[in-house]
């Protein structure tokens, strides 16, 4: 079994900056994509960005230039930098990683719990 546990979501003024960080931990070989996405009121979640184990990285176009995505392989951790924030981008931002738990196993997709964002106008 495997535990994400996401921190550094919070209220924050329009044009402000947070840092999300999310900890993977358990029965762990490898992991291969991690990823954040997001859920607002009354919406469906949608992808904000991906990074894959070589650090490729993917981002959603309503986040490009203002958030970046990153990871330590090392720590199994993955952050979310992201800056000048909109109201829009409120939501419940979830953490997701494909875990290999062992070395003959296929990527099984883990999710965080989620952390609140609040950017107030």
């Known amino acids: 079994q495997v535990q994400l546990v996401e921190s550094g979501g919070g209220l924050v003024q329009a044009g402000g900056s947070l840092r999300l960080s999310c900890a993977a931990s358990?029965?762990?070989?490898?992991?291969?994509?991690m990823g954040w996405y997001r859920q607002a009121p009354g919406k469906q979640r949608e992808l904000v960005a991906v990074?894959?184990?070589?650090?490729?990285?993917t981002h959603a176009e309503s986040v490009k230039d203002r958030f970046t995505i990153s990871r330590d392989n090392a720590k199994n951790t993955v952050f979310l930098q992201m800056n000048s924030l909109k109201p829009e981008d409120t939501a419940v931002y979830y953490c997701a990683a494909d875990v290999r738990e062992t070395i003959g196993s296929v990527p099984r997709r883990y999710w965080g719990q989620g952390t609140q964002v609040t950017v107030s106008s």
């Open positions: 358990g029965s762990i070989f490898r992991i291969n994509v």
């Open positions: 990074i894959n184990s070589g650090s490729s990285t």
